[in-house]
Structures are given as C-alpha cells and as structure tokens.
C-alpha cells in the first residue's frame, strides 16, 4: 500500500507558513479572542512551537477551502497521513447526537479491529452534526476520497480513513469544494515543523492559536530507540468533553499492537481530556485519535502486562494532559487557567464529579475573572455537586461532609497557599493577599474533603465578558 507519486512545489511550501504573531495592544486593552485576520494575540505567543520532533512515517498538511465563505485564505482541512499501514484508536462524544464523521470513523476503526489505517481527514468551519443522510453520506464522501490518495487495501475491510469536523452545528458540508482540495492536500503533505503547524492551524475555529506539541521518549526492551510522539487540538468553546467540538490527532512512531491502542488511548484521555471543561457543553463532535506505525523500530509492544505497556502508557497520559491543557489556556474570551484539585475524598468518582461542578460553575468562573475570592461560590459548588434531582429523596452524600471541608487558593508562584476555609470553619481571609493571587493568569483551587485517600483533578477557565460576544454571533 504506498502513496501516490507526490511532487511537493516550492510554492505550495511557501504557502505553509507560520502564522504571525500580532502586537500588544497599544491601548492595555484585555484580548482574549482570534483576531479577525487570524494573527496570534501577543498574550498567545508563548504556546506556539518554532520547531519540534516528530515521528517517522508520518506527514501532514493544512491547506485552505474555504468551507466558510468568509474565509479567504486560512487552511481549513487538515491531512495526516502514515507511509505504511498503522494501527489507530479514537474515543468518541456520548452526545446522543453524535455528528456524522464520529459515526463513520468509530464504524471504520471497527471494522479494521483498529489496524491498517492510513490516514486522518479533517476540516473546519462546519461540523456536518444533525445533517440527516446526507451529513452521513458527506462524510464517507470525505473518507472515501482520502483512501483514494493511497493504494486501495485489499483486506476486503473497505477504507482506512478516519473524518472529523468541527464548527458550525446544523449545516450541511460544501462536500465539494473539500473533496476537490483533498487531492491538493495530500500533493502537499510534509514532514516539516511547518507542514505540521499549518494541519494544527486547519483544524482551529474559534481558537487564537494552533494547539501543537512533540517530545520523545524511550520504552525499557528497545533502550537506544529514540521514539517520537506528536499531536495536536483544537477546542476553544462548547468544551467539556465525555469521550469514552473538541479534535485530537496524536501520532508515533512507536510500534505499539493494535489490540492495545483503544485501552491505553482511553486511559490517557480519562486523565486529560476528561478532565478539562471550559464552559460545560458536550460537543456532537469530540473526537481524539492516536495512530502508531512503528517506523522507529524496536520490539512491538504487544502485552498489557509489560514494562513496555506502562511506559507508554505513562508517556501518552502525560502528553494527551499537555495537549488538553492548552486547550484549557485557549478558552474563549478566559484569562485565567484554573486548576481544580479535589483530595482526601472516600472515592475518586465523587472528588472527579466535585472538580466538574465547580468547574462548570458560572458563578465560580465569573468570580475569578473579576478577581474576587469569593470563596463561598467553591463551597456552594461542592454541596450541590452530587445531590439528587428536584422530586427525589434527599440522598446521602459519603464524600462532603462540611465540618472536614477545607478550601484554599494556591499560588502559581510557589508561596504559601491561602486558606479559605478550614474543617468547616471560615479563616479571616487577607484580601489584599487574595488580590495578589488572583492576579496571576494560573491558580489552582485545592478543596480537601477529610474523609479518604482519593483525589481528582480537573482544568478549567474563567469567564469574561468576551465569551458572551463570541457565543452571541458564533454562526456570523
């Protein structure tokens, strides 16, 4: 199965360029969502890779469409594809309405038993979420026409692509325009920092700069093999993703068997992307794939119960963290990155469901953005977190019990942590001090419940008057 002869141009080279950074704004002005012509905000800068690793085998492109008519220029699908066959998982949104490429990619990784893939398939500006048969048909349009850049299997397991999309709900593809540039996007596929950077800018909608990161890592039976890992996410706004609109391609070069890839993919995003929320809503569209071709070399990973198996395992739970964090950092109109810590409860799915809450909280988000330690919003949050619903029986609740409730604020800075509230009892809060706190772009809010050895963590922002402007005009 090999690719298409392929002739990248210096022309179509010169069009992946990094995007620019914009200025500081001369007025002070706070802001905190995408520019208009698509520059970076200065604030954003830092994020934004000028160079990286990664893996063999593997190349991308971003290539512009325009399948939102107000887009001129910007790349708007992406293309990442495997010079061999691979093994590849997803996890998937439990939204019951489930947009169209989540349905045929989950189809076509089961049909393959998640080996033999080729390639991911993305674009931005319309998710084709509930749009019926022909939103279904679209996306095995886009699949199909990918799998026609590669040599056809002959496994008799149909295609070998995975679809996503992302951005507006309830409108229909211009399944057209996308499937007359996949051929230019795969003429320009490369292996570069910046064919990498322009697939992590296609997949951006409401996002102020490309999410991407690369590292590399060793497994204990190959220890002179260097592995490489890379991904990149896009997800700004309807954030708060239960995958058993966020994206996620993660690529290695790491030979790890297909039969493990779904359970180790979908530990690493309980732990990351699980973990995040930036204003609540489950999007139709969240999906997160991971694709390893093993063009490094080295011993296949192949059981569960190796040292093998842990250390990747360990290594994709930390990177899938690192990519949702930015994510988190990206927030639409945030200015703050909050880190919600949950201890000493009876059991992990009550401190996770605790962190959620006030994660979600708009009365906690609105608090940190206008810098007020309102700390009776964290522990208003936390009672209500796991009561039941209007009409039933009060329930019992074994992980809060206020008389063992501590909160404090903990500085990004290393200094002291700021107790709010101690075993139920509030301490006399120094405001000034507070002040200073929140002051800084990350925080982290630690609740110790007192009653166990369980903890949960979870990401999140705040939000600011900006978010309500780039939700009111979102299809505009």
Request: include cysteine; hydrophobic fraction near 35%.
């Amino acid at each position: 199965m090999a690719f298409r002869p392929t002739s990248t141009s210096t022309s179509a080279l010169s069009r992946l360029k990094r995007p620019t950074i914009s200025p500081a704004s001369p007025s002070g002005r706070r802001c905190y969502s995408a520019p208009i012509d698509g520059t970076i905000p200065a604030a954003k800068q830092k994020y934004v890779p000028t160079s990286g690793t990664y893996p063999k085998g593997f190349i991308v492109s971003g290539t512009h469409v325009g399948v939102k008519p107000t887009n001129k220029s910007t790349p708007d699908l992406a293309f990442l594809a495997s010079e061999t066959p691979c093994a590849a998982a997803a996890v998937f949104t439990k939204n019951k309405f489930q947009a169209a490429p989540v349905t045929v990619s989950r189809n076509m990784l089961n049909r393959r038993g998640n080996a033999g893939v080729r390639s991911v398939i993305v674009n931005s500006g319309c998710a084709n979420a509930v749009t019926g048969k022909g939103g279904m048909e679209d996306a095995e349009k886009m699949g199909a026409e990918a799998d026609r850049c590669f040599d056809q299997p002959t496994d008799g397991k149909g295609g070998s692509s995975i679809v996503m999309s992302t951005g507006v709900i309830g409108q229909r593809l211009p399944i057209q325009k996308i499937l007359q540039r996949i051929p230019s996007a795969y003429d320009a596929l490369g292996s570069s920092h910046d064919h990498w950077l322009a697939a992590a800018r296609a997949i951006c909608t409401t996002d102020t700069f490309p999410k991407l990161i690369s590292r590399t890592f060793s497994l204990p039976s190959s220890p002179s093999v260097e592995y490489r890992i890379a991904g990149m996410t896009k997800g700004a706004g309807m954030i708060h993703p239960n995958m058993a609109t966020l994206l996620g391609m993660i690529a290695t070069d790491a030979p790890i068997a297909p039969k493990l890839l779904p359970t180790l993919l979908t530990n690493a995003v309980n732990k990351s992307f699980n973990s995040i929320s930036i204003d609540g809503d489950t999007s139709t569209n969240d999906t997160v794939a991971v694709l390893a071709n093993g063009a490094a070399g080295g011993q296949e990973v192949t059981s569960e119960s190796s040292e093998d198996y842990a250390a990747f395992q360990k290594t994709l739970t930390a990177f899938a963290t690192d990519l949702a964090k930015l994510v988190v950092r990206d927030g639409e109109g945030a200015t703050k990155f909050v880190t919600i810590r949950v201890t000493e409860s009876p059991s992990e799915i009550g401190a996770r469901k605790i962190a959620s809450t006030i994660a979600t909280s708009p009365l906690v988000k609105t608090a940190l953005y206008g810098k007020d330690a309102n700390w009776g919003r964290i522990l208003c949050a936390t009672g209500y977190s796991q009561i039941s619903e209007p009409g039933q029986p009060i329930n019992e609740v074994a992980e809060i019990v206020p008389e063992k409730t501590s909160v404090s604020f903990v500085p990004s800075d290393g200094s002291p942590e700021l107790k709010l509230l101690v075993n139920g009892e509030p301490e006399a809060v120094d405001e000034a001090r507070a002040s200073e706190i929140l002051e800084h772009e990350d925080l982290e809010i630690l609740v110790k419940l007192g009653g166990g050895k369980e903890e949960a963590t979870y990401w999140t922002c705040d939000y600011s008057h900006e978010y309500i402007t780039i939700n009111g005009d979102y299809r505009t």
